[in-house]
């Protein structure tokens, strides 16, 4: 990439990178940034630290290529009712969901979901106990650990081919249609 690149050195601003095609800023979340020149392309990365405000100000400089801009929000998940939340909820939302190699179904990688025969689905351990028998031995139990199917009880356990089969047949499903059809929000456990 160096070849590419032409840094100005001397210039009195160094955070900028020009390309032949193109040029990019590059910069932290700061409220000087969120002023100046039009921008089409967005990139904003852990926006859930970004003052209230900001991520705004921010999408206000592609204002001018309205219909013709890419705007990149990624994060992890805020508080409820965050700005970041609100803008995750504007358009579609899909969550990444693994199937099951048994029944084909697709659903969320669940923690604890119980059925209504009582049982759990989802992320599933053995409680292994402590010495003391009153705490549980997390590391211990976590070495049990299966993924049960909600809907037909297959369960799939821990090993290379099956996390390769979860991430081969698994897929984006929508699961809010309402809102901006331009806005898609993906969201995914941070465990897969």
Known sequence: VRPLLTLQR????????V???MAV???GAKESMSHGLSIRYLLLDEAHLYEIGLVEKFLARTSAFAKRRKIV???TPNQAGSELEK?????????WQWQCPHCKVHQPFYWNKQRIDGSYA????DTILTDDKEHTNIAQSAKTAWLECFYCKH????????RRLLNDTGKYVCIKQDGDPEVKSYTWPGFV
Do not use: C, R, V
Request: hydrophobic share 35%; net charge positive; aromatic share 14%.
């Open 10 to 17: 001397f210039a009195a601003k160094k955070g900028g990178i």
């Open 19 to 21: 390309l032949p095609h």
């Open 25 to 27: 800023k590059t910069s």
């Open 73 to 75: 929000i990624s994060s």
């Open 87 to 95: 803008y995750y909820n504007l358009g579609q939302i899909y969550e």
């Open 122 to 125: 989802g992320m599933i351990w």
């Open 155 to 162: 369960q799939i356990h821990d090993n290379i081919n099956n």
